[in-house]
T-cell receptor, first 113, second 111 residues
Framework: KQEVTQIPAALSVPEGENLVLNCSFT??????LQWFRQDPGKGLTSLLL?????REQTSGRLNASLDKSSGRSTLYIAASQPGDSATYLC????????????FGGGTRLMVKP | DGGITQSPKYLFRKEGQNVTLSCEQN?????MYWYRQDPGQGLRLIYY???????QKGDIAEGYSVSREKKESFPLTVTSAQKNPTAFYLC??????????FGPGTRLTVT
């Protein structure tokens, strides 16, 4: 059974710092990996999707990488801003499970002005 | 505007009552999903449907039921058999195995 872990569970940084959020998964037979953002009490906003054949995806200040063989993904946020404060979730879709997502527990990020 | 709507935003029920959460999408997506989120945790899959009139159980389906009579709609019923129903419920949809798009969620409180 796929298990997804995110480290750290919480992170507090000063504005302007570059930061890395980590996601690991136990079964490397994934179809894709998605990164989401969740603001308190809200639904999820899709940030990036990496197909299993890809190594990375970029959107603005966000860059997500995928190393399928080692079961790891990282989300890199450049020049962090207070508006980036939220919980970041990664989720993997397994090859044999349609598009069902298995989620990590999330990293709660606070960017201080 | 295209998107996913969930209603109501907040729902309060007495223990022992069944309650139905609404999820509607106008994105023309074939697949729809229901997830549950408990405080400080990630999401867990309850049910999913890849096509009208067909649905499959996810990891935590016990105490829940769904229907998919229309492509746009995927309502979730939380039955009295669900032992711990208080949670944040999120609906999502996708085209095949692509991006999943999420609704704003319904917070259910059962007392």
């Amino acid at each position: 059974k796929q298990e997804v872990t995110q480290i750290p569970a919480a992170l507090s940084v000063p504005e302007g710092e570059n930061l890395v959020l980590n996601c690991s998964f136990t079964d490397s037979a994934i179809y894709n990996l998605q990164w989401f953002r969740q603001d308190p009490g809200k639904g999820l906003t899709s940030l990036l999707l990496i197909q299993s054949s890809q190594r990375e995806q970029t959107s603005g200040r966000l860059n997500a990488s995928l190393d399928k063989s080692s079961g790891r993904s990282t989300l890199y946020i450049a020049a962090s801003q207070p508006g980036d404060s939220a919980t970041y979730l990664c989720a993997v879709s397994d090859n044999n499970a349609g598009n069902m997502l298995t989620f990590g527990g999330g990293t709660r990020l606070m960017v201080k002005p | 505007d295209g998107g996913i709507t969930q209603s109501p935003k907040y729902l309060f029920r007495k223990e022992g009552q069944n309650v139905t959460l609404s999820c509607e999408q106008n994105l023309n997506h074939d697949a729809m999903y229901w997830y549950r989120q408990d405080p400080g945790q990630g999401l867990r899959l309850i049910y999913y449907s890849q096509i009208v009139n067909d649905f499959q159980k996810g990891d935590i389906a016990e105490g829940y039921s769904v229907s998919r009579e229309k492509k746009e709609s995927f309502p979730l019923t939380v039955t009295s058999a669900q032992k711990n129903p208080t949670a944040f419920y999120l609906c999502a949809s996708s085209i095949g195995t692509g991006w999943q798009y999420f609704g704003p969620g319904t917070r259910l409180t059962v007392t």
